[in-house]
């Protein structure tokens, strides 16, 4: 994921309301040679051809790859095949095990990470001595790697010499293959996404709470509302787009996951498990790709983990605008 | 909205007679914190930090050690032992170093680049500049992995497969950077400044080079930071452009763990040295950073 902190609609909304740089001027004066400027195209060229060479360009391209039988070995070259790829996939039972997995590894991180992110952030926002101290402490994990991260964590869930199973049979508990079995293997996955982003989504919640008029909090204090109410009805409600915003991010990463499926085995197999158990669609992609060689097939699961991402930013949008119409 | 821009509504409606001690967080209306806050606070922040202190513990320690049953919980001096096996097992050092030379370029050139764009969207009116503004925020919906694919092929085309260009020139610009730099110029760069440079003389790029930049330099500070973290964790695409001969710190890591007969302590150790030089910087500049992850959120 990368640190874009923004939605489009908010962004756009910014973009709308803060648009005219000096509004409330006589006309007369913003007409200077400088408000009125060729030269910005020449600013903002360099980000859109990086980006249309870099990422548009590809993207698009990568569609018309999906519609080709084509390889690694044969880059240029490949055999049209219309739709072909799509049906393929929509049949292969691998696709649906990676979507499967990539939906419950998705939700094992994403629900108690953005859930213990708004209590530490409702936290954070007390009066606490050392709270530099503790932000910082609660965003070392966001500056740790991917690779980093599931290295430690495949150690800690190790079989035989694992802490985490030499701590549960401590306490008198079986000990867990985590990497063998489906749930304990997606369980353990979901815990390294979840210690990676929890203590950033807590910062990006904190953010957000310290924006809240006090007002709300004293009329609802005089209302009678103990902290836990105050919590519920004025914290959770004045934070609704704040937390839309990280899901639509968490979900877009957890449909894009690759690196802790891709590590937890230790050995970067592409197989996701012995049985494909933790096999992610962005792990399947890339075992079609660079392993299979069939880059046709890799370009329409890309396509197909694009479509998902529209479908849950589309959903989402239409929630918060029914939200929106509710209230007025 | 909640996610109020610089001089929008939350701010303005604060009464006079109040004092307004909420920026930064230190008078919010939340009270004082219990000893149930510190004792939760404190078992998260452990939580935080523990797993980087294993990779210490175990990166320090024989194979052996670290399966005793209790485990070992303080560091050892086999640390060193270790640090050699993994240098000798994967190319970390070059790694580090080639990291450090990709991360360092990417930073450079999405700042610079950012500040060019974010300077004109913010302050210069040319035609169709909220479409391409749109268009920009529009771009941070595109995920890597569509690209991928093509980008492969491109830098196949290009002879660069292994070598660092490879990684820099797709991540040289960010449009969450544009934003942020429109954002921070738009509230904190006066025009009045702008037009004196105008009717000094100075052309559009001194007035850039000599008001913009150093007025934009705190938010230049903070994209730097960010920008800099994430080039140095991508992992994603250095690990298809870029193989195990000239690896950077994240594809070096991923092969230290491909070893037939995996060490585990040569790999925590591999591990270690990998994270520390990200974890230094982050000890240093911890706090900066997440002011300037707040900051994000809020200006967007």
């Known amino acids: ?328 | 909205m909640t996610i109020a821009l610089p001089g929008t509504q939350t701010t303005s409606v604060q009464p006079v007679d109040r004092p307004v001690t909420r920026k930064g967080g230190k008078g919010t209306r939340a009270g004082k914190a219990g000893p149930v806050t510190y004792t939760l606070l404190t078992l998260t922040a452990l939580v935080s930090i523990f797993p980087l202190y294993w990779t210490l513990v175990a990166g320090s320690h024989t194979n052996a050690d670290i399966a005793a049953t209790p485990p070992p919980f303080l560091p050892n001096a086999s640390l060193f032992t270790n640090f050699k096996a993994a240098l000798e097992q994967a190319p970390i050092g070059k790694a580090i170093l080639n990291s450090v030379l990709v991360s360092g370029a990417i930073t450079v050139g999405t700042v610079f680049f950012c500040t060019l764009a974010g300077f004109a969207f913010a302050k210069l009116a040319f035609k169709g500049r909220g479409l391409l503004l749109a268009l920009v925020i529009g771009t941070m919906m595109v995920p890597t992995q569509l690209s991928v694919i093509p980008l492969f092929m491109m830098i196949a085309d290009l002879q660069w497969v292994n070598q660092l260009q490879a990684v820099i020139f797709p991540t040289l610009v960010s449009a969450f950077g544009v934003f942020f730099m429109r954002q921070y110029l738009i509230s904190s760069l006066p025009n009045e400044l702008l037009e004196a440079g105008r009717v000094d003389g100075a052309s559009t790029f001194r007035i850039f080079w000599s008001i913009v930049v150093p007025v934009a330099r705190p938010a230049m500070a903070v994209l730097a930071m960010l920008t800099f973290l994430t080039a140095w964790n991508e992992f994603f695409w250095p690990l298809i452009a870029l193989t195990n001969a000239n690896p950077t710190v994240q594809v070096a890591l991923a092969g230290l763990g491909s070893g037939y007969v995996p060490q585990q302590s040569v790999i925590m150790a591999g591990t270690l040295l990998g994270t520390l030089p990200v974890l230094i910087v982050f000890t240093i500049l911890g706090k900066q950073i997440v002011g300037g992850i707040m900051q994000g959120a809020v200006k967007g």
């Open chain 1, 1 to 328: 994921m990368t640190i874009a902190s923004q939605t489009p609609r908010q962004a756009l909304h910014g973009a709308t309301t803060a648009a005219p740089p000096t509004a409330p001027r006589p006309p007369a004066r913003r007409r200077t040679s400088l408000t009125r400027n060729r030269w910005g195209y020449a600013y903002v060229a360099p980000f859109f051809l990086l980006f249309a060479a870099f990422s548009l360009y590809p993207f698009l391209y990568t569609a018309w790859i999906s519609l080709h039988k084509t390889s690694l070995s044969n880059i240029g070259g490949g055999t049209w095949v219309g739709l072909d790829n799509y049906r393929a996939l929509l049949q292969s039972e691998f696709f649906w095990n990676a979507a499967r997995n990539t939906l419950t590894i998705g939700i094992l991180a994403t629900v108690p990470q953005l859930c213990m992110a708004l209590g530490l952030a409702h936290l954070l926002n007390y009066k606490i001595r050392n709270r530099t101290f503790f932000r910082t402490v609660m965003l070392m994990p966001y500056a740790t790697s991917i690779a980093a991260a599931t290295l430690v964590f495949a150690q800690l869930f190790g079989r035989d010499y694992g802490l985490i199973n030499t701590l549960l049979e401590a306490v008198g508990l079986e000990r867990i293959d985590w990497e063998a079995g489906t749930l304990s293997s997606q369980v353990a996955i979901a815990a390294i996404v979840t210690w990676r982003w929890t203590g950033y989504n807590a910062l990006i919640y904190l953010a957000a709470m310290q924006s809240i008029p006090g007002e709300l909090y004293e009329a609802a204090e005089i209302d009678g509302a103990n902290r836990w109410k105050q919590f519920l009805h004025v914290t959770i409600p004045s934070l609704r787009p704040t937390i839309l915003f990280t899901v639509v991010v968490s979900t877009i990463g957890a449909v894009q996951l690759f690196g802790e499926p891709l590590l937890f085995a230790g050995n970067g197999t592409t197989s996701g498990g012995s049985s494909g158990q933790y096999q992610t669609l962005g792990l399947l992609m890339y075992q079609q790709g660079w392993s299979n060689f069939h880059i046709g097939q890799a370009a329409t699961t890309a396509w197909a983990m694009f479509m998902i991402i529209l479908v849950i930013v589309g959903i989402n949008a239409v929630i918060s605008r029914l939200r929106t119409r509710a209230e007025r």
